[in-house]
């Protein structure tokens, strides 16, 4: 720990997703002295995620835990170093960073912002206990294990509708939720899911809560309008549904939000070497301003991201 809180790193990474590790492999690989920091558990959201099917070479046995658990042990194997730190701020002035954590100041040349995005919650009862056992928040990930299943989706953006008619590729029938009678994705998008011969529409209702023993087999309904409140159980020929949440995403960026440019949803900007406007500073995977939010792309960016930040790591010894 005081070598740690004692040392300049080449860089410190902060997030130990996918596009933390895939960074710090990297980082570590070309002999950059690399410390990852992670807040709570490794792996970011596909830790908590069943199956990843959609990760190339990442077949049948590929567990969202178990391709985090063979992240880090590839990159630890090359000399990264993880630490369990809530950071609580940055000093991005000058070529040596500082990183304020719970566990002390943290120093290094360069710098990888890799937070990640949070999927916004429903927030009702059951959610977090059913969730990645039918409970999903990534129609690419896991609209494949709901074939011939009736699935919910909630949300009123593109999001939902476009994954409700991604989703329709596969479900028996798709039933969309949403808690006002107007939409907020584009015109075009709702005409297609209006049309879609799957696809269903029920306003002004949310979801009181999720119901399930293990896995999803029904939602309480509440429509706004009337007060009124009923439960909608899986066909007993299923035994189970899905439920999908698409009701808008959060990425981590409260720590950064006065230090680097953000897009208008939030997001950090970079440009495609993953450079911030600040010397020394990138960033990689979910919280970066971008058109799809994959393990592939998550693991792509950290890549860039330490390839970069060695560059300007050396560049500062010339
Ligand atoms: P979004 O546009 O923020 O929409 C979130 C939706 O979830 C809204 O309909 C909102 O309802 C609803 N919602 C929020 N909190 C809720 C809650 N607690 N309970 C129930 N419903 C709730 O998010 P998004 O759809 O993920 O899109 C994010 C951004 O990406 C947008 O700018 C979108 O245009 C863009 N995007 C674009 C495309 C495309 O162009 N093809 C595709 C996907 C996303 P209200 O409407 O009542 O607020």
Request: hydrophobic residues 45%.
């Amino acid at each position: 720990m005081n070598n740690t809180l004692e040392m300049v790193y080449d860089v410190i990474i902060i997030g130990a997703g996918p596009a933390g590790l895939s960074a710090g492999l990297y980082a570590a690989r070309a002999k950059m002295s690399t410390l990852i920091l992670e807040r709570d558990r490794t792996g970011g959201q596909i830790a908590g995620t069943e199956e990843v099917a959609n990760y190339p070479g990442s077949i049948k046995d590929a567990t969202g835990p178990s391709l985090v658990a063979r992240m880090v042990e590839q990159a630890e194997e090359f000399g990264a170093v993880r630490m369990r730190a809530d950071v609580s701020g940055f000093d991005f002035e000058g070529t040596i960073k500082t990183v304020y954590t719970d566990k002390g100041e943290l120093k290094a040349k360069s710098i990888i912002l890799a937070m990640g995005a949070k999927p916004r919650l429903l927030d009702v009862p059951g959610e977090k206990l059913l969730s990645g056992k039918g409970v999903s928040y990534c129609a690419t990930c896991d609209a494949e294990f709901f074939t011939d299943l009736e699935v919910y989706v909630f949300g009123g953006g593109d999001t939902a509708l476009e994954e409700a008619m991604f989703i329709a590729k596969f479900a028996r029938k798709v039933t969309i939720v949403h808690r006002r009678d107007q939409f907020r994705a584009a015109k075009s998008i709702v005409e297609k899911a209006m049309n879609h011969p799957k696809i269903e529409m029920v306003l002004n209702t949310g979801a009181k809560r999720i119901i399930g023993d293990g896995m999803v087999q029904g939602i309480e309904l509440e429509n706004f309008i009337t007060g009124e409140c009923k439960e909608v159980l899986a066909d007993p020929n299923d035994g189970l549904m899905g439920v999908f949440v698409f009701v808008g995403y959060l990425p981590e960026t409260g720590l950064v939000k006065d230090l680097v440019k953000l897009d208008a949803n939030g997001y950090i900007i970079t440009d495609e070497n993953m450079k911030t406007d600040i010397p020394g500073v990138f960033v990689a995977g979910d919280i970066r301003s971008k058109s799809l939010r994959q393990v592939v792309t998550a693991t792509a960016d950290g890549a860039i991201a330490a390839v970069m930040a060695e560059k300007y790591v050396d560049s500062l010894h010339d």
